[in-house]
């Protein structure tokens, strides 16, 4: 087998003789590309933000940036990268870059490479669309797109200490669209880069990535100990900050059987190893719960990376998935050589950081059973509005007919030691009209669900507190005026 | 001679783009850690998980033992040579300051204080063996708080004797600038006003961008030391100073620095452990903080409690203030920790008129990592406290906040003034600054839809918040400094290089991390001396390069580097002068500059500055007696600090069920003196704003009760993110300084230190008709709901 290949900025390069817990970043740097960096090893910063050509939505390619310190290098094998350096030049600056320069949006500039990155991707995306009849007023009051279409919320994973990032937004809405000859926009009309098989050995470990499931399943078969490499958000933290090296890692992040999105009649399966951001494009807003949690998970940077599967393959108390997908009664699917099972998500955590997956069972898929119900909500309360992990997260599917609550399902993360869903608050609502004295005698329910923690994120009776509020909340938005007067 | 095109286009003042925005945009730049010497090692710190503790032993076989280590270094070993991390401000004689070794010998004093160091082959190996250093810890019980701290039960260094390291008072009685303070307080509480308040400046993490690095290259005739500074000639003075290695032997070299806001104002322990270790091994070393640890080991900011007391006439005219501070130093008096504090004393009177003051800092040690300058230093905290303090002052006589300050401040045509703390304002105009930031905030309709949003019992209330602001900038005059017992000058060093080739190098003290220096200071000498801006060559950060200098902190680059800039390029123009007026056969008082020329009055002749740099190299043509030359050099000490001013005004909306707040809009009207360049302006404006806010709602340095920093990395410790933050809108009043040739008087911390208070009056004033006066900053949710919660129990009788 061939040495990974990797083509950076236009060239190949060989990852032959790297360790494959090198991540991309590293092994970018070691051929003298400095542009990406090291801020923080964790996905919190973005200074290590790169380009990658992924597949887009219509056989096409998308740029897509994502944390180069979190990726192993062997990971983008066969793949294109392109980072600060290849956009542009001094002499010859990509329009983001010209633009960051004529706004000010670079003073110490350490993390401007990153921020190029994430904004060239964005630049780039397809759907971006100038803003068709903007009123000048509500533009002013949304400070989240641009008049060009430009989503901030691309630039959500990127920390900047100085600017104060108004020069920088203003170069993001500045941005017009590539020219005809562009040569990266005319990239996204080919194909992505094609699937290729991996193996790559070193001093530390080898990195395998198959090409089907029933190589993968195989493969973790003979190796139950071997660390499942998705989104590869947790190994990049568990390789950079616990200096983890893993012997045996299995890449599944572009197996085919994993990278599904069917909507059918009656339940809508998710691919384990699809983005969360693919996951965001593909359901565009069909199950609105989760349209309400995406913006609020992670960065727009990390969701680029991380996977469905990923997130409730680590089994966190605090992942934002769960509480989420616990409302809509998900089921997960679990793919061994013996076979599948369907595992409703309420059954799958069975302690801090432990699940029912057994050895050699790995996440095929999350199926969402249909018909939704019509009243939800996604309710998370973090120090910061984005980007930042949630001291607790609520999330609520009620249908509500004729003025009752026929069904309640809520799921809660952050409470107790695994995800779980508020039973005693769905029985308080369930057969009881949508009112205000009703949802307040469930507020005071779900007050009591769980036995949330003290830190310094929040303390316990501010958690309780919020669930309350958050449904009373839920009740305020939804329900029509005679019943909140009722 | 043929005649040069007169430059008249003028560029100070221009949005010029910046010149290091080539470099830096598309990636080809030169960090530290990008740097790779042949034989390079690298370095993996040992660090204390405790925040107080003897270490009796350390077993470091295995990790010599360990795959790539090349050397394992303890305290011991290198006790003799290491140096020290000096405190160059003891703020008193008689201040107690302890021994601060880069590497702990026996005593550590807070987490992460380093006690071995590994030597390896790569980062990585370097640092699996630091795990492999055992070393015998006998834990000692912790003082964190500053307030604890103050009665020496528990001591941060028991052979200290005390945690106070020092007391420092300024009193207006005392020094004959205005009355006793004691005495107005009394008038007060028989016949007018006392406000009292407890304010809580929390502890802050600079978390400049750039993990700091250090690489140490021992071979050849100069040590030479690149690192991640903002202080490259302090830390060349430092370590000869404390290690005897003599100053003309170590190079000091700061290459792109990635940001610092005073947390690169600092000699590291980290800087001193690479020298020892390169020097140990003989080999070129480097050393690259996580970020983990830059959290930890970098310096915090800030960490004040606050006691103050203000006395008014009843219709609210200010009669006197009392202040009295701890400020907790953390572990050791750092660089300039113990005079941070010191500084806010001369800004806690602001802009108004008192008639008495009286100022005490308690600096006290405790067992956390040490406290440092961060952006404002010292004037950021007096600024909240007395812009909380005249909000409150408006609500006991009932008046507009505004209207309160308009009645205190000093008004346009009292300049220069002395204030009761002894500064002299030498200008300002506080009242346009003011009209037109509410003008542009619109103000008197905010008003009005607070006052709807009351009367509604909306759940979303409507919050102003006012910071009418100033600071002292351009640090610093040297015989002030000398009066407060600091360890060096206030002066700024600038050379001006003619080339033969036309263009012109420009070098500089002040050493950049950010601010745009070589596009400014491009621009000030491409007026200066008409030469084309694209011309000229800014050089900085360098000790080889730029032998003098006391670097970049204090909002002081431009207001003193820059005026030794102007000088240089003056001198220049003096010396040419004599040259041209040879050349042209003329006489000196008959030659006029203009833009890069120097022509008879009258006439058409003339040569421009760039054929006399020409003439300079060759000689053939050089008035007799003058050294073949025109390159000019020049030292200036600045004669006044400056006192940039503005004013902020902030709405903030507060949920008052969940305690969330969103900012909704912020107004700024600064008046900076000249601006040089408003492109580079606007983004020190903006980046200095979110830095304040950030303070007002989003960080602080946590620790657990064993003084483990719970806040150690970028997952806990907050930073704002670009939907954090809105479009502030800012503009510019201009009243220029008087002391110094360009007017200018420094933008680099005026957003920090004025918007802390504006906020945190927005949201205090969204809330206080349910009680509520205060809340501690940040303004998490959890806060505020807190402080709406206990309002309601304590109006209503109900326990929480």
């Excluded at chain 2, 008193?92 to 300051?97: A, L, P, V």
């Excluded at chain 2, 001591?155 to 004797?161: E, R, T, V």
């Amino acid at each position: 087998m061939l040495a990974p290949t990797i083509t950076v900025n236009g060239s190949a390069g060989t990852l032959s003789g790297v360790d494959p817990s090198t991540t991309a970043l590293d092994w970018l740097r070691s051929r003298g590309l400095t542009g990406a960096k090291e801020g923080c090893a964790e996905g919190e910063c973005g200074a290590c933000s790169i380009m990658v050509a992924r597949p887009g939505d219509d056989g096409g390619t998308r740029w897509t940036a994502i944390n180069a310190c979190l990726v192993p290098a062997a990971s983008l094998d066969g793949g294109e990268v392109v980072t600060a350096e290849g956009l542009g030049s001094p002499q010859s600056l990509h329009p983001v870059q010209h633009e960051m320069a004529v706004r000010g949006g670079s003073q110490c500039g350490y993390c401007t490479p990153g921020f190029i990155c994430s904004m060239a991707a964005e630049y780039y995306r397809p759907d971006r669309m100038p803003v068709a009849s903007a009123d000048e007023h509500d533009h002013e009051l949304d400070h989240e797109h641009g008049p060009n279409g430009f989503d901030l919320h691309s630039l959500s994973g990127n920390l900047c200490r100085c600017t104060g990032y108004r020069p920088i937004r203003d170069a993001a809405y500045a941005l017009g669209e590539p020219d005809a000859d562009d040569p990266f926009a005319g990239r996204c009309l080919a194909a992505p880069p094609a699937l290729t098989s991996t193996r790559q050995e070193g001093p530390t470990g080898v990195y395998v990535r198959p090409t089907s499931l029933a190589a993968a399943l195989d493969l973790y078969a003979a190796h139950p100990q071997a660390v499942l490499v998705a989104g590869s958000t947790d190994w990049g933290v568990e390789v950079n900050i616990r200096g983890a090296r893993a012997p045996f890692a299995i890449g599944i992040d572009r197996l085919p059987e994993l990278r599904t999105l069917d909507v059918g009649e009656d339940v809508i399966e998710i691919g384990a190893a699809l983005t969360l951001s693919e996951i965001e494009r593909r359901l565009d807003g069909r199950v609105p719960l989760l349209a309400k949690l995406f913006p609020q998970f992670a960065s727009r940077l990390i969701r680029n990376g991380a996977t469905i599967g990923g997130n409730l393959g680590t089994g966190s108390p605090i992942g934002d998935t769960p509480p989420a997908l616990l409302a809509l009664e998900a089921v997960i699917v679990l793919a061994s050589t013996d076979g599948e099972r369907d595992v409703p998500l309420a059954d799958y955590f069975t302690g801090y950081r432990q699940t029912v997956k057994q050895p050699g069972e790995l996440i095929r898929a999350i199926r969402v059973p249909l018909p939704l119900s019509g009243t939800t909500a996604f309710h998370k309360i973090a120090k910061r509005r984005f980007d930042d992990i949630s001291s607790v997260a609520v999330g609520f599917a009620l249908d509500v007919a004729d003025g009752i609550v026929s069904r309640a399902r809520i799921g809660l993360g952050g409470v107790a030691a695994t995800p779980i869903r508020a039973l005693a608050t769905e029985a308080a609502l369930e057969g009881q009209p949508w009112t205000a004295d009703v949802a307040r005698a469930a507020a005071a329910v779900l007050r009591q669900e769980g036995t949330p923690m003290d830190d310094h994120r929040a303390s316990a009776a501010y958690r309780t507190a919020t669930l309350g509020t958050a449904l009373l909340k839920l009740h305020a938005e939804t329900a029509t005026p005679q019943e909140v007067g009722a | 001679m043929t005649a040069v095109a007169e430059r008249t286009a003028l560029e100070i003042g221009a949005p010029r783009k910046r010149k290091e925005d080539q470099r830096l945009i598309t990636g080809r730049t030169r960090w530290t850690d990008n740097i790779q010497l042949p034989g390079m090692l690298h370095l993996a710190m040992v660090r204390s998980p405790f925040a107080h503790a003897n270490v009796t032993a350390i077993d470091t076989e295995a990790a010599k033992q360990a795959e790539g280590v090349v050397a394992v270094i303890t305290g011991a070993d290198i006790a003799a040579t290491q140096g020290a991390c000096a405190n160059a401000w003891p703020v008193t004689t008689d201040q107690k300051t302890p021994a601060h070794l880069p590497m702990v010998v026996d005593h550590v004093a807070c987490t992460g204080e380093i006690v071995a160091a590994i030597v390896a082959r790569t980062a990585a190996l370097a640092r699996d063996a630091a795990e492999l250093v055992d070393v015998t810890y006998e834990e000692l019980p912790a003082v964190l708080d500053a307030k604890e701290a103050v009665d020496d039960t528990v001591l941060a260094h028991p052979d200290l004797g005390t945690n106070t390291t020092a007391v420092w008072t300024l009193d207006s009685a005392g020094q004959g600038t205005g009355g006793h303070v004691d005495d107005a307080i009394a008038e007060a509480r028989v016949d007018g006003i006392v406000i009292e308040r407890d304010y809580r400046q929390q502890r802050l993490i600079p978390a400049f961008m750039e993990p700091r690095s250090t690489v140490v290259d021992p071979t050849g005739e100069q040590i030479t030391i690149w690192s991640s500074t903002q202080v490259p000639h302090i830390l060349r003075f430092l370590i000869a100073a404390t290690t005897g290695i003599p100053e003309s032997k170590v190079r000091v070299i700061a290459p792109d620095v990635g940001g610092g806001f005073g947390g690169k104002l600092q000699t590291t322990p980290e800087e001193f452990i690479t020298l020892a270790a390169a020097r140990q091994v003989r080999k070129p070393v480097k050393y690259t903080e996580t970020r983990s640890e830059s959290l930890v080991s970098a310096h915090h900011g800030r960490d004040q409690y606050q006691h103050l007391t203000l006395a008014a006439t009843k219709d609210g005219t200010v009669t006197g203030l009392k202040v009295e501070l701890i400020a907790n130093l953390g572990a050791y008096v750092a660089l300039v920790g113990g005079g941070v504090p010191v500084l806010g004393a001369w800004m806690f009177n602001s802009i108004y008129k008192f008639g008495s003051y009286r100022f005490t800092t308690r600096n006290v040690l405790t067992n956390t990592p040490w406290v440092d300058a961060y952006r404002g230093a010292g004037r950021p905290e007096a600024t909240y406290a007395i812009e909380r303090l005249m909000d409150e002052l408006a609500v006991a006589v009932g008046v507009d906040p505004l209207a309160i300050r308009e009645q205190n401040w000093i008004t346009h045509e009292e300049f220069p003034f002395t204030t009761v703390a002894g500064m002299t304002y030498d200008s300002g105009n506080y009242e346009a600054a003011t009209a037109r930031a509410k003008e542009i905030f619109g103000y008197d309709a905010l008003r009005v839809e607070q006052k709807r949003r009351r009367d509604d019992l909306d759940p979303v209330q409507l919050g102003i918040g006012i910071s009418t602001f100033t600071e002292m900038c351009g640090l610093a005059p040297s015989r002030v400094l000398g009066s407060l017992n600091y360890g060096a000058g206030g002066w700024e060093n600038a050379a001006i290089r003619m080339l033969p080739t036309g263009k012109v190098e420009v070098i500089t003290g002040t050493s950049p991390h950010g601010q745009g220096h070589e596009t400014a200071w491009s621009q000030i000498v491409a007026d200066r001396l008409g030469i084309p801006f694209e011309d000229i060559e800014v050089l900085h950060g360098d000790t080889a390069v730029s032998s003098r200098g006391l670097d970049t902190y204090g909002s002081r680059s431009l207001v003193v580097g820059g005026e030794a800039v102007v000088r240089a390029a003056d001198k220049v123009v003096e010396k040419a002068k004599v040259v041209a007026a040879h050349l042209l056969e003329a006489s000196e008082a008959d030659l006029e500059f203009v833009g890069g020329r120097f022509g008879v009055k009258g006439t058409d002749k003339g040569v421009g500055i760039a054929e006399i740099a020409t003439a300079a190299f060759t000689s053939h043509n050089w008035p007799e007696g003058v050294e073949p030359s025109i390159d000019a050099e020049a030292t200036y000490d600045p004669v006044n600090f400056s006192f940039p001013h503005g004013t902020h005004l902030c709405a903030m909306e507060v949920d008052t069920e969940t305690g969330a707040t969103t900012m909704r809009k912020y107004v700024c009207v600064d008046d900076i003196g000249q601006i040089i360049n408003p492109l580079i302006v606007e983004g020190q404006v903006h980046g200095g704003l979110v830095q304040g806010i950030a303070q007002a709602l989003w960080e602080e340095a946590v620790f657990d009760d064993n003084g483990t920093l719970v806040t150690g990395s970028f997952v806990d410790y907050t930073l704002p993110t670009s939907a954090d933050t809105i479009n502030y809108e800012s503009e510019h009043t201009t009243s220029p300084s008087t002391t110094n040739t360009l007017g200018t008087k420094g933008v680099g911390e005026a957003g920090t230190i004025a918007s802390t208070p504006a906020v945190v009056n927005a949201v205090v004033d969204a809330v206080r008709h349910l009680g509520i006066n205060d809340i501690r900053m940040p303004l998490s949710p959890e806060r505020v709901w807190r402080a709406i919660r206990d309002a309601g129990s304590a109006a209503t009788g109900d326990t929480p």
